[in-house]
């Protein structure tokens, strides 16, 4: 191991670029775009900007409720409230946000906006590689 990394700046194990779904979107199409790109986060983002996440978790829940992917839309699940860092926060207090939360996803911004998503698996990855 190279030593810890808990002190380091959670920006720079953030993925660069925010994968967006709007409100109006099918669970369906939000599975898909997770899919397609490897990610288990989304930002909701209407015209007036981020408006909540949604996680696997919550396309998860869904498929467990027997909804119809095809019918349901993101704006009536997920989260409204998006749970964030900013990005000079440190790994380890991303780790405790996401902790508290209960979380495996975490927005992560700079000056209000959302910049970036870090994952639980990149926060245990930096601290063991």
Known sequence: MSGSRADDPVGTLMAPAVATVPPTATLREAAESMMADGLGLLVVVDTNGPRGVLSERDIVAAVVEGLDLEVER??????DEIVSVADDATVADAARAM???QIRHLA???????VGVVSVRDVLRSLVD
């Open 108 to 114: 992560v911004t700079r000056d209000g906006a959302v």
């Open 74 to 79: 993101v704006r009536d699940h997920g989260a």
């Open 99 to 101: 902790a508290d939360a």
